[in-house]
């Protein structure tokens, strides 16, 4: 599967953003997640949702302010980002792997085989 990002830019702080994550095949087989890079640090779990979508899991640094959902019908996946601030500059990335319970998501990296290029998202202050 391919997956493709967009949906990034420049924003001020305490502005929002959504990102659309497409793939070039069905989503509903796969659970999702997005994932973030800034420049000098190590690439960290955004967002993760289960194949249904009916479970979610956040990182620490964006519970409240970002939701992550996905329509399977339109395969995609989407981040709303809100109350955005310079710390959540980064290039995203979308993933997806293939799971075999409707409630299964993943939260590390390594569990991801397929990946989207990044979108940048620069919050400026």
């Known amino acids: 599967v391919q997956l493709q990002a967009s949906g990034g830019g420049l924003v001020q702080v305490g502005g929002s953003l959504r990102l659309f994550c497409v793939s070039s095949g069905r989503t509903s087989v796969y659970a999702m997640g997005w994932f973030r890079q800034a420049p000098g640090k190590e690439r960290e779990l955004v967002a993760a949702?289960?194949?249904?979508?009916?479970?979610?899991y956040y990182g620490d640094s964006v519970k409240g302010r970002f939701t992550i959902s996905r329509d399977n019908a339109k395969n995609t996946l989407y981040l709303q980002m809100n109350s955005l601030t310079p710390e959540d500059t980064a290039d995203y990335h979308c993933a997806a792997e293939i799971a075999y319970t409707l409630g299964s998501y993943y939260t590390r990296a390594g569990q991801y085989d397929y990946w989207g290029q990044g979108t940048q998202v620069t919050v400026s202050s």
């Open positions: 949702i289960s194949r249904s979508g009916s479970k979610t």
